[in-house]
């Protein structure tokens, strides 16, 4: 095993923690200024943090357009993102200036929301609209941002018996570098019972 001590100065942290933790899913973030510029970006450092209330999370990697844009209006949108998009995705990672609208140069949609002012994109299979809850920030800079969920929109064609199909919703992750990935072989297993993993133990 090589070891690597996130105290000395030759181990890049960001590189290597993006290589070991993964596959890590994408959250295509909305946002609008406070002088009305609507900002589209992807943060792939995202995942659910409570269910009661219903609380989403990304990190921002340092200040950037999102961040300041939900510190300002204190909302967000988060917008699926998928193996369709990804040419649009990626395109919206840009560092463009704060003037400059990613719907513009990716050639999207804008999708008005339904609870707040903040919009998705109408090309994405799923919506996600969200108020801002809280942030936490660490001492280097970068910033956890958790948005209450206020409204979801999933696309009638990425159902299955009511409720969202993860083939049909194809959506894409980031891997370490410039690699991404997207769902591969699904396999279904349900979560044994204590007797039942208690049983298998046994032999």
């Known amino acids: 095993m090589r070891n690597y001590d996130p105290a000395d100065p030759a181990v890049h942290m960001h590189s290597l923690l993006n290589a070991v933790v993964l596959p890590r899913p994408i959250a295509w ?38 961040l300041r844009n939900v510190r300002q209006t204190r909302e967000f949108t988060v917008s699926l993102a998928n193996r369709e998009l990804m040419a649009q995705i990626n395109t919206s990672s840009a560092p463009v200036a704060p003037t400059v609208s990613e719907f513009d140069i990716t050639g999207l949609t804008k999708r008005s929301s339904v609870k707040i002012d903040a919009p998705s994109v109408a090309e994405s299979p799923v919506s996600i609209e969200c108020q801002l809850f809280d942030t936490m920030e660490f001492a280097g800079g970068d910033v956890v941002v958790f948005g209450e969920v206020v409204w979801v929109r999933v696309d009638e064609d990425c159902l299955t018996d009511g409720y969202p199909d993860v083939e049909l919703l194809a959506p894409l992750s980031r891997l370490g570098g410039p690699f991404w990935g997207d769902i591969g072989t699904v396999s279904a297993l349900n979560r044994p019972s204590a007797d039942e993993a208690l049983h298998d133990s046994d032999n």
């Open 29 to 66: 973030v909305g946002s609008r200024s406070a002088d009305g510029i609507d900002n589209l970006a992807p943060h792939s450092y995202f995942t659910i943090s409570s269910l009661n209330p219903p609380v989403i999370q990304f990190t921002s990697i340092g200040t950037k357009d999102t």
